[in-house]
């Protein structure tokens, strides 16, 4: 069977799919006493304040070819932030439905390569955005603090938020990502017939820089014939270090050490799996 890119297809009208990437990422860490607790907390809701959000996010929208109509943002107390960013396209109007940088299944970029001014805007002005919200938390039964974030990238036409992805894993530096990829609708060509997607994809890992492929295990859960695609992240390589918030490794008992390994390491697979477990 040919795939849908072995030929330009001419829409009737404009392109009316809609496509959804939400992106969970957290980082996990141990700090010991309170204040390092409270540290902690202050840390991340400063590194992740709702400007530097907007930055990454207005980032995003470049690297989709989106522009940026109205951005609403808003620090929270005690903690978190949230932002919200209205898009549509920057492609100059046309009936074909391929577009060279956004249909092939391959990584996007890391870093911003800005385009020139765009000649006009199409698609859906209301139904494109891109959105953030933070969730700092920690419990001082364990000393463990986890930072959440959560990011969704609509939109509306041709525009893809899959080139986003390598951008988004590495400004968040996470130690476990949670994906779901889904085209909805469907759009029209000239002659009448209905396509429900406008891109080859066989999973969100072919998005994924090789790098990023190398440092993360990766697991999928797809439902080809709905389209709808997700995939899970966590680090290979645990080094205790990497974890502790206001202290060293060194810093602790052996036992101690122990204990607190296996409390991150219960923590990361918990939310990788989706599920409490009692042993490990």
């Known amino acids: ?25 957290y980082d996990i860490n141990f ?26 996010l207005t980032e995003v929208a470049q690297i989709i070819g989106a522009t940026i109509l109205n951005i609403a943002r808003q620090d929270y107390d005690p ?11 920057e492609f100059t109007v046309s009936t074909d439905m391929q577009t060279p940088h956004q249909d092939d299944e391959q990584p996007g970029p890391v870093s911003v390569v800005r385009p020139g001014a765009p000649t006009s805007v199409v698609g859906h002005l209301d139904k494109s955005h891109i959105t953030v919200h933070t969730y700092p938390e920690s419990h001082p039964a364990n000393g463990i603090s986890t930072f959440r974030a959560d990011i969704d990238v609509s939109t509306c036409g041709r525009i893809s938020p899959l080139r986003a992805l390598n951008y988004l894993i590495h400004s968040f530096e996470s130690d476990i990502v949670i994906m779901d990829y889904r085209v909805r609708g469907f759009t029209r060509d000239i002659r009448g017939n209905k396509h429900y ?17 190398e440092l993360y295990q990766m697991i999928d859960v797809n439902v080809y014939q709905e389209n709808i695609f997700h995939t899970k992240m966590i ?31 219960r923590e990361m697979l ?6 409490n477990i009692t042993k490990i």
């Open 1 to 25: 069977m040919k795939s849908l890119l072995d030929k330009k297809i001419k829409l009737h009208g404009f392109n009316n799919l809609t496509k959804t990437l939400s992106f969970n990422i």
């Open 31 to 56: 700090a010991d006493t309170q204040d390092q607790q409270n540290s902690y907390i202050s840390y991340i809701d400063e590194k992740y304040n709702a400007e530097r959000l907007t930055g990454i």
């Open 79 to 89: 903690q978190g932030a949230s932002v919200t960013m209205l898009i549509s396209e």
């Open 197 to 213: 997607i406008d891109h080859n994809i066989n999973s969100i890992q072919n998005f994924i820089g090789k790098d990023f492929q």
């Open 235 to 265: 680090l290979k390589e645990f080094k205790l270090d990497n974890y502790m918030f206001g202290i060293n490794e060194i810093d602790l008992p052996e036992q101690k050490r122990k204990v607190v390994r296996k409390s991150l390491e």
């Open 270 to 275: 918990e939310i990788f799996y989706g599920r």
